[in-house]
């Protein structure tokens, strides 16, 4: 069997340059004559990316259990291809995965916090809607990424490329909810053994971010190669 494909997964909180990161692997994959296919995640082109498309613009309104299983459908319905242009021999690139699917549900907390006494200071407790477990129980079985970036930005820097759009999810306190999800997700990764996960300093300028990124592709793609069946997610 010739050399299938790696599956590249590109991760992080909004504003974190993942859609600048993913198109210029792409390109240097390309100029490196590796045969590679970007995608992205939510894929709003389908009919179920068209009713993400819509909540996530508060168009609609859905129950957080029903959007979870819809973007973790929107990737069910692309697995399959995911799996046949690895096994292809093509590389794929994809913005936002599995990973935000957990992240950015199981950080959603119930609008009025509870509390807690200590001494004469009140502590927050939030309460999460949705379980971790639950959130990645839709997950399992899906392609597992051969390599993740978890790309990292601080809110400061993030608020400095011109802030947060208008899009659900897109303000501070929900991103760093997000933030302790994935940290979360990444250690669980890395004692699974199933793919690498690394963590690369988002805020530092995009070309020195390009140049990390290829740091670790080139010789995982060269040397390392990718072999055995395409993994599942744990
Ligand atoms: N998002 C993305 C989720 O909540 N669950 C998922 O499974 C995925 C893939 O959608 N704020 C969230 C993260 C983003 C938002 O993504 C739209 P993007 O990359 O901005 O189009
Ligand atoms: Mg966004």
């Known amino acids: 069997m010739s050399k299938r494909g790696a599956f590249i997964a590109i991760e992080g909180l ?21 045969p590679c296919k970007h995608i992205k995640f939510p894929d709003r082109t389908t009919p179920i990316g068209k009713m993400i498309d819509s909540y996530l613009q508060s168009k609609t309104e859905l129950d957080d259990h029903v959007i979870h299983l819809l973007f973790s459908a929107n990737r069910w319905e692309l697995a399959s291809s995911i799996v046949k242009a690895l096994e292809e021999g093509t590389t794929v690139v994809c913005d936002r995965y599995a990973f935000s699917g957990i992240a950015f549900s199981a950080a959603k907390v119930l609008p009025r916090e509870t509390t807690s006494k200590d001494g004469d200071s009140t502590i927050p407790i939030p309460t999460h809607v949705l379980s971790y477990e639950w959130c990645r129980a839709p997950e399992i079985s ?93």
Do not use: C
């Open 14 to 34: 909004d504003r974190s340059g993942k859609s600048t990161q993913a198109s210029a692997l792409i390109k240097r994959l390309e100029a490196a004559n590796v």
């Open 142 to 234: 899906l392609p597992a990424p051969d390599l993740t970036f978890l790309l990292e930005v601080s809110p400061e820097k993030a608020e400095s490329r011109g802030g947060y759009g208008e899009e659900r999810y897109e303000n501070k306190e929900v991103q760093e909810h997000v933030r302790q999800v994935f940290d979360r997700i990444g250690e669980e990764i890395e004692s699974s053994g199933v793919g690498k996960w690394v963590v690369l300093d988002a805020d530092l300028d995009k070309d020195e971010v390009e140049q990390s990124v290829w740091d670790e592709v080139k010789p995982f793609i060269e040397h390392m190669g990718v072999s055995g069946p395409v993994r599942k997610l744990w």
